[in-house]
């Protein structure tokens, strides 16, 4: 599907309303969140920077839902329908926050993590305005950068046996070769 290309402005508008949904999301859940627990910090302590294990908060909703942000009815237009439901997703991060729907698994955690280094090395705006344009240039969240990096990064961590990599040194090297 052909979609025509969004005024500039609208795309400023559009990244400061997802922007302020993350912080907002962010506010909420802290205050029920948790910092990482050791031994997930010892499980991925050669994957992620210290201070990124030592910031991230996570919270189990135990079978409650993540409710879907104020735009996404629009996105899923936009997407022809290639936007996720919240309520089957199992997690979101809030820049330093992850919100799972259900129990917290080793893959989803470092999925969840890979988006929080993501955001740490690139910045919450840069992150939201490459994450945002991926989304309407693809139209399918599935096919943004950010996501490929993190699913390609999550199945490298799921192999047996797991090969060890630094993800900032991956992030850092994507955004070198602009491939965000």
């Known amino acids: 599907m052909d979609t025509p290309q ?7 508008e559009m990244l400061a309303k997802v922007v ?27 994957y992620f920077t210290k201070s990124l294990l030592d910031i991230v908060k996570t919270i189990s909703l135990d079978g409650a839902r993540i409710p879907p942000p104020p735009f996404y009815s629009e996105a899923v237009a936009m997407s022809g329908g290639h936007f996720p439901d919240f309520v089957h997703l199992a997690s979101v991060t809030y ?3 992850i919100v799972f729907n259900d129990a917290i698994l080793p893959r989803t ?6 988006h929080a280094q993501q955001m740490a090395a690139l910045g919450l705006e840069t992150y939201i305005g490459f ?3 991926g989304f309407l240039k693809a139209r399918s969240w599935i096919n943004i950068p950010l996501e490929a990096q993190a699913f390609q990064l999550e199945a490298r961590f799921s192999m047996t046996p797991p090969e060890v990599f630094s993800v900032e040194e991956e992030i850092n090297l994507w955004a070198r070769d602009n491939r965000f």
């Open 6 to 12: 969004l005024p500039e402005e609208r795309v400023a």
């Open 20 to 46: 302020a949904y993350f912080r907002e999301e962010r506010a909420l859940y802290q205050r029920a969140s948790e910092p990482l627990a050791p031994v997930w910090k010892s499980s991925f302590e050669d």
């Open 95 to 97: 820049i330093d926050i």
């Open 109 to 114: 955690l470092f999925h969840g993590l890979v």
């Open 131 to 133: 994450y945002l344009r």
